[in-house]
């Protein structure tokens, strides 16, 4: 999973890029640029995106639509990252935008006519009723987690009410991974936004983990493993091939909600194939933020052993000494 640069991440830097957190989309296109060149060396983006995928992949970008319309993954962001799959000769059925929650997505403004002729999809979805059950009180989306596949097993659990349960999909002790991940996609691009969770962050490694599974609620118990044990089975370990850490808007608090009073603005993407060392240095920026707007005096280091686990799982390099951080700037 560290993938073709394993401790590498590049930062660039967007300086003006936003006006009232509305981000301009050819200022974001020219930042997934230099950040692609800064990690790849590659200038054009049809070579640089094709060091990981291939016109006969199918690539699934995966979002995070958790703050709907408030804090989302840009469309700006997604918009360059499929001008580069599309530069790098994948033809546009085989590219996914995909998260847990349809719903979601929708509202963060992932409709069909904003990306026409992209697949569109989420694991956790309403019927042609507009209702998340049938005529017969079933889930609609009860068949998109694969049963048939390799599971993540924690011995806790939690009890769902009916409201719940579509966001869930299944109680007990198991928690499935989406067939999206499982059947559809042989390549996985992710792009978290920058947010915290506490005095540590919630991106590449979550948005993968608890963007995949079924049944996540009660896996909060165990927050550190969870985030990061997923991330080592197949359907994830060996299709995430790129992250692009989308922080043109974040929050440093109330995360990973999307409360606006604790939005800023730091105009910066972060980039690798690496998410454990992207997540490190995600959470070095978001300590600092926090520092310095005096929500906590120094860094929360037992907020790091998801990436302790994670780099012991061989998911990436996980001291910051062996992390390569290159910063680029948007003129």
Same mark, same amino acid.
């Given at each position: 999973?560290?993938?073709?640069?394993?401790?590498?991440?590049?930062?660039?830097?967007?300086?003006?890029?936003?006006?009232?957190?509305?981000?301009?989309?050819?200022?974001?296109?020219?930042?997934?640029?230099?950040?692609?060149?800064?990690?790849?060396?590659?200038?054009?983006?049809?070579?640089?995106?094709?060091?990981?995928?291939?016109?006969?992949?199918?690539?699934?970008?995966?979002?995070?639509?958790?703050?709907?319309?408030?804090?989302?993954?840009?469309? %700006?962001?997604?918009?360059?990252?499929?001008?580069?799959?599309?530069?790098?000769?994948?033809?546009?059925?085989?590219?996914v935008i995909w998260d847990r929650r349809h719903f979601q997505m929708v509202e963060a403004g992932y409709t069909p006519e904003r990306f026409p002729g992209l697949e569109i999809i989420g694991?956790?979805?309403?019927?042609?009723?507009?209702?998340? &059950?049938?005529?017969?009180? %079933?889930?609609?989306?009860?068949?998109?987690?694969?049963?048939?596949?390799?599971?993540?097993?924690?011995?806790?659990?939690?009890?769902?009410?009916?409201?719940?349960?579509?966001?869930?999909?299944?109680?007990?002790?198991? *928690?499935?991974?989406?067939?999206?991940?499982?059947?559809?996609?042989?390549?996985?691009?992710?792009?978290?936004?920058?947010?915290?969770?506490?005095?540590?962050?919630?991106?590449?490694?979550?948005?993968?983990?608890?963007?995949?599974? *079924?049944?996540?609620?009660?896996?909060?118990?165990?927050?550190?493993?969870?985030?990061? %044990?997923?991330?080592?089975?197949?359907?994830?370990?060996?299709?995430?091939?790129?992250?692009?850490?989308?922080?043109?808007?974040?929050? &440093?608090?109330?995360?990973?909600?999307?409360?606006?009073?604790?939005?800023?603005?730091?105009?910066?993407?972060?980039?690798?194939t690496d998410p454990v060392a992207v997540d490190l240095i995600g959470h070095e920026l978001m300590t600092r933020e926090r520092i310095e707007r005096g929500l906590q005096q120094f860094e929360?280091? *037992?907020?790091?052993?998801?990436?302790?686990?994670?780099?012991?799982?061989?998911?990436?390099?996980?001291?910051?000494?062996?992390?390569?951080?290159?910063?680029? *700037?948007?003129?």
């Amino acid at each position: 999973m560290p993938g073709r640069y394993p401790g590498r991440v590049v930062r660039v830097s967007a300086p003006g890029a936003s006006t009232g957190g509305k981000i301009d989309g050819a200022k974001a296109a020219e930042a997934v640029r230099i950040g692609m060149t800064g990690l790849t060396g590659e200038s054009d983006m049809g070579r640089a995106f094709g060091q990981f995928v291939s016109p006969s992949d199918v690539v699934g970008i995966k979002i995070n639509p958790i703050g709907r319309g408030l804090l989302s993954t840009k469309t %700006e962001v997604v918009d360059a990252i499929v001008a580069g799959l599309r530069a790098a000769g994948l033809p546009q059925a085989n590219i996914v935008i995909w998260d847990r929650r349809h719903f979601q997505m929708v509202e963060a403004g992932y409709t069909p006519e904003r990306f026409p002729g992209l697949e569109i999809i989420g694991t956790e979805h309403k019927g042609p009723n507009g209702d998340f &059950y049938d005529d017969k009180g %079933e889930l609609w989306a009860k068949e998109a987690i694969d049963r048939e596949a390799p599971f993540y097993f924690a011995d806790v659990e939690m009890k769902y009410n009916r409201e719940v349960l579509p966001m869930m999909l299944n109680e007990g002790r198991e *928690s499935y991974f989406s067939r999206i991940v499982t059947r559809r996609l042989t390549k996985i691009i992710n792009v978290p936004i920058l947010k915290n969770s506490g005095t540590t962050v919630t991106l590449c490694l979550k948005n993968l983990s608890y963007g995949s599974l *079924s049944n996540t609620s009660r896996l909060h118990k165990i927050w550190a493993e969870s985030v990061a %044990e997923p991330c080592a089975f197949p359907a994830l370990r060996d299709k995430l091939v790129l992250n692009i850490v989308d922080g043109l808007q974040a929050c &440093y608090d109330g995360g990973p909600g999307a409360n606006p009073k604790f939005f800023f603005d730091p105009n910066l993407l972060l980039v690798g194939t690496d998410p454990v060392a992207v997540d490190l240095i995600g959470h070095e920026l978001m300590t600092r933020e926090r520092i310095e707007r005096g929500l906590q005096q120094f860094e929360d280091k *037992s907020r790091r052993r998801f990436l302790d686990i994670a780099a012991g799982l061989g998911l990436g390099v996980g001291r910051r000494e062996d992390i390569s951080l290159k910063e680029l *700037s948007l003129a």
